[in-house]
Antibody, heavy 119, light 107 residues
C-alpha cells in the first residue's frame, strides 16, 4: 500500500526557515517524480515544486523560486522541502504527492502538514 | 502559464441529483493532460480522473470526465452523501502545473 506522510510543519517567524519531510513507503521511491502542493487557508490548491526520480531535475513555482529547495534521499525514501525567507503568504497546508510516471498528475497524496508564518 | 477557470464556484444539490462541473483552460491542454481531484476538509486530495476521461483505480463509475482542448467537464451522475466536497481540475501538459480554483458541491 502506497503511503506518504509529511512532517516538519509548525509556527515560524517571517523571514525564518523550515524543512518539511515526506516519508514514502509501499512503492519503489526512486522510480517516481514527487511534488509538493500547498493550500493556503480558504484557498485552492497551488503547485509548489517537483523533483524527478533521480533528483537531477527540479522545477518550482515562481512564487517560491529562489527561496525553496526540493530534494530527496532515495536511500531513505524521503522527500524534502527546505523553505527559506518565509513570508506570511507561505502559510498553508503542504502536501507531498507521487506523480504518475512521465506525467504530472498526482496519484497518491499525503495528509499534509501545516506551516504558519507569523508576521 | 495555463490558467484554469472552474465554474460554478458552488453547486447546491441533493443526493441523487446529477452534478456537472466545468473547467476551462486559457490555452489548449495538449494531449488532454487534465485531471480531476476530490478534496474534503482535513483529508488528502483524491484523484478521480486523469487524461480528461480515464477513471482512476477504485473510483466509482458515477464519476466521469469529458472534454478536450480548452473545455473539460466532470460529471457525477447521481450524488451520494460522501460526494459533497470541493473538486479541482489540474493541467499537467505544461509547467507550471496549475489547478483550477475549485468547485464546492454542497447539499
Amino acid at each position: 500500500e502506497v503511503q506518504l506522510s509529511e512532517s516538519g510543519g509548525g509556527l515560524v517567524q517571517h523571514g525564518g526557515s523550515l524543512r518539511l519531510s515526506c516519508a514514502a513507503s509501499g512503492f519503489t521511491f526512486s522510480r517516481y517524480a514527487m511534488s509538493w502542493v500547498r493550500q493556503a487557508p480558504g484557498k485552492g490548491l497551488e503547485w509548489v515544486s517537483t523533483i524527478g526520480g533521480s533528483g537531477s531535475t527540479t522545477s518550482y513555482a515562481d512564487s517560491v523560486k529562489g527561496r525553496f529547495t526540493i530534494s530527496r534521499d532515495n536511500s531513505n525514501n524521503t522527500l524534502y522541502l527546505l523553505m527559506n525567507s518565509l513570508r506570511a503568504e507561505d502559510t498553508a497546508v503542504y502536501y507531498c504527492g507521487r506523480e504518475r510516471p512521465n506525467m504530472g498528475d498526482i496519484d497518491y497524496w499525503g495528509q499534509g502538514t501545516l506551516v504558519t508564518v507569523s508576521s | 502559464e495555463t490558467v484554469l477557470t472552474q465554474s460554478p464556484d458552488t453547486l447546491s444539490l441533493s443526493p441523487g441529483e446529477r452534478a456537472t462541473l466545468s473547467c476551462r483552460a486559457s490555452q489548449t491542454v495538449s494531449r488532454s493532460y487534465l485531471a480531476w481531484y476530490q478534496h474534503k476538509p482535513g483529508q488528502a486530495p483524491r484523484r478521480l480522473i486523469y487524461g480528461a476521461s480515464s477513471r482512476a483505480t477504485g473510483i466509482p463509475d458515477r464519476f466521469s470526465g469529458s472534454g478536450s482542448g480548452t473545455d473539460f467537464t466532470l460529471t457525477i451522475s447521481r450524488l451520494e452523501p460522501e460526494d459533497f466536497a470541493v473538486y479541482y481540475c489540474q493541467q499537467y501538459a505544461s509547467t507550471p502545473l496549475t489547478f483550477g480554483g475549485g468547485t464546492k458541491v454542497e447539499i
